[in-house]
């Protein structure tokens, strides 16, 4: 007997085994086997019996054994795996093996077995009935509950509210709803990073007491991982909470899903196979015939575009939930940079506002979207500027330990006491950075507590979760950070957030980029006022007559999105095209573009081209990294089924293509930056 196994390489198809008699049954497929590769052994997955190797058969090796204590994967779990690996454009193998938990992926053995008797014994939790409703739900959110429980089959919501408004209140009833429909259901909640991973699982442990539920995601232990893993793939985990891997966890009995936040670009995966868990999962939903929901306070215009087409069914919960004057949200105002020119970064209005909320002995934030002292520093006699030695970058000024450090690609170095050119002994540090801003709030506000978080003062772990646990307690006056303070965390007597550097994004060259800044501005404004005391939001600009700021100041989302979908359609841009982005390295710039140069020439010859833009062949924005030579090529389709039928034909041209010397490249389908 044969059969053909899926293995975690860039292979065109599956290899074919050989298979003894006795492990043949029709369970064989799906289960995971241990085969010979190389002089290697190395863990697959069989898909399906293969009547007639198309090779020499007494060449075929011999499956080595059936991991006989894994059930085998279901036939939905297949064609998604294989959905998403076709889409993306990667081998089928790359895609399901790497959703393998780490123990099984190492090719099983004793550990394995004991971790999986383990995490059995572990979880013969009795599985009770969900507590009863903590809250009494508003109207809107009743509605929102109820469009979901009555989808049967496939349906996709889009849920719109603003932080607080109660949507994870709304998730956690339409998840006990599907629960209560059946005793085996399953659910699926996406998280877009880790550390919001404890207070979501939190909150489903105090909604659905003593209910089995796991999380799912890279920061466990691989024994954890593994037993989550396994807890979902036999059907006891009943709410299988994650981030973006965990949309291919095996779920025999999934009956929804939810993803939270689903804006966040973290969806998307930054290498190796580069998939978006959210499309992911509204694929998965369809497949399988079941509910999806996305929410967000700032969905992506993808998402938004399907609901306002009709695709998907918008639910919005128009303000914040509780208590109702006790929740209002914040005042947003520009502060205008050309009129109100900062000291020490801050402008003088954020200077007394600042005061006037730490003497009111109310909290602030202060939002800056960049860590280190200063992004540069520069020598005003010759003009010389820290840059990195290995990337097209500025190297930026950490003064606490006196460092030039790259941001991009880890290289540092100490800070030169003079001007490496002239000789020069001031050399100035240029712009802010946190801890520079960190500095100034201690010589404004002497009596004040500060705190800073970013990824500098984070290295230790859970020194972020004590950090904020602090602003919790109240014993932070102001915290100072980059966007790691932006995301779901509820500071209850936030009364200030003042923003000091958006128009760095404002003006980016990424089209997504005033989508992205709207996004973290609403978010941090999220953080102002949950306490009820009335709030502000400062915005430092350049540019306060800018339309993204006047719909941030009525915290008006709908308008953002109009507006920027009416421009993306008049520009032809995304979501009104699909993109796929080629990116290529080599030891030289021109080595890059002739490459992606020679593979435009190849796409054009292929069938169906005349359906497909190809641009030219650019420098990345960061054209070196690391010392490597980066260029993209960018190719659009105002049909994504016409570039879903030419990627793959172009691609394999490109593997044929001659081409020296050595250049690496990838491809990425709906590139989130480009
Ligand atoms: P979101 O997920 O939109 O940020 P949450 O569901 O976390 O919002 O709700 C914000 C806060 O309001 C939470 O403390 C939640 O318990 C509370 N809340 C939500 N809905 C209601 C409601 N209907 N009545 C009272 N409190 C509510
Ligand atoms: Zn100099
Ligand atoms: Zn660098």
């Known amino acids: 007997m044969f059969v053909d196994v899926l293995l975690d390489r860039p292979l065109p198809a599956p290899l074919v085994y050989r298979l003894d008699e006795s492990n043949a049954g029709s369970h064989v497929i799906g289960s995971c086997v241990v085969v010979p590769l190389g002089r290697e052994e190395t863990i697959g997955i069989v898909i399906g019996f293969n009547a007639a190797p198309t090779i020499d058969a007494a060449k075929v090796r011999s499956v080595r054994r059936v991991v006989a204590s894994v059930a085998p994967l279901s036939q939905h779990w297949l064609a998604l795996t294989r959905f998403a690996a076709d889409y993306y454009q990667h081998g089928w193998g790359e895609v399901a093996v790497p959703a393998l938990p780490p123990l099984l992926r190492k090719v099983p053995g004793t550990r394995f077995e004991a971790s999986l ?11 009770l009935p969900p507590r009863d409703k903590a809250v009494q739900l508003t109207t809107e959110q009743r509605e929102a509950v109820g469009a979901i429980g009555s989808a049967r089959g496939f349906a996709a919501f889009l849920l719109h509210g603003v ?57 466990l232990p691989d024994a954890e991982r593994t037993a989550a893993w396994l807890a979902a793939h036999e059907g006891r985990a009943r709410v299988v909470l994650g981030t973006r891997l965990a949309v291919f966890a095996s779920l025999p009995r999934l009956a929804m899903i939810v993803v939270d936040e689903e804006h966040d670009a973290s969806f998307k995966a930054g290498d190796g196979v580069r998939y978006s868990a959210r499309d992911v999962a509204v694929k998965r939903a369809q497949m399988a015939d079941l509910p999806v929901m996305l929410g967000s306070a700032t969905p992506s215009l993808e998402s938004w575009r399907q609901a306002r087409e009709g695709r998907y069914t918008l639910l919005t919960l128009p303000a914040r939930a509780g208590a109702g004057a006790t929740r209002e949200l914040p005042s947003v105002e520009c502060v205008d940079l050309r009129a109100e020119a900062p000291v020490q970064g801050l402008a003088p209005p954020v200077r007394d506002a600042l005061a006037t909320c730490v003497a009111a002995r109310d909290q602030a934030i202060v ?31 950490h003064k606490t330990d006196a460092t030039l450090r790259c941001h991009h690609c880890g290289w540092q170095t100490r800070v030169p006491v003079v001007c490496p050119t002239c000789g020069n002994p001031a050399l ?63 500071f209850r007597r936030v009364a200030l957030v003042a923003v000091l550097n958006a128009d760095s994004q404002l003006v980016a060259p990424d089209f997504r980029a005033p989508e992205r800044l709207f996004a973290v501005l609403m978010q941090v404004a999220g953080r102002a006022g949950r306490a009820g005391q009335p709030s502000k939001v400062l915005v430092q600009t350049r540019f306060p007559g800018h339309p993204l700021f006047a719909a ?37 710039l021109e080595t890059a573009l002739d490459f992606l140069r ?20 650019v420098p990345m924005p960061l054209a070196k990294l690391a010392g490597v030579h980066r260029a993209q090529l960018l190719v659009e389709s105002v049909s994504r089924p016409a570039l879903q039928r030419w990627l793959p034909i172009w691609l394999q041209r490109v593997r044929e293509m001659r081409f020296s010397p050595r250049v690496r490249w990838q491809i990425e389908v709906d590139p989130q930056e480009i």
């Open 552 to 588: 941030l100041a009525r915290l008006d989302y709908r308008a953002f999105a109009e507006r920027e979908l009416a421009d993306r359609a008049a520009a032809r841009m995304p979501p009104f095209v699909s993109q796929a982005l080629l990116r290529a390295e080599a030891r030289s």
């Open 163 to 219: 932080t607080g408004s109660g949507k994870t209140e709304v998730y956690l009833e339409a998840i006990a709803e599907r629960l209560l429909e059946s005793e085996s259901a399953q659910a699926l909640v996406l998280v877009p990073e880790i550390n919001l991973t404890p207070q979501f699982e939190a909150r489903l442990r105090a909604r659905f007491a003593g209910l089995p539920i796991v999380s799912l995601h890279s920061g």
């Open 117 to 127: 008797a383990r995490a059995r014994a572990k979880s013969d939790l009795q599985a």
């Open 428 to 490: 100035a540090a240029v712009g802010h950075g946190t801890q520079r801003v960190e500095e100034a709030l201690h010589e404004l506000l002497p009596a004040a507590r500060v705190e800073r978080i970013d990824r500098d003062t984070t290295q230790r772990r859970h020194a972020a979760r004590d950090a904020l646990a602090a602003v919790h307690a109240g014993t932070v006056d102001v915290l100072v950070g980059t966007q790691m303070i932006a995301k779901g965390h509820d």
């Open 598 to 617: 020679a593979a435009a020439l190849e796409g054009g010859k292929v069938a169906g081209a005349s359906a497909i833009a190809l641009y030219d062949a």
């Open 367 to 397: 939002f800056i979207n960049r860590r280190g002292y200063a992004p540069v520093i520069a020598c005003a006699a010759c003009g010389w500027v820290s840059v990195c030695r290995r990337c097209t970058t500025f190297a930026a000024f």
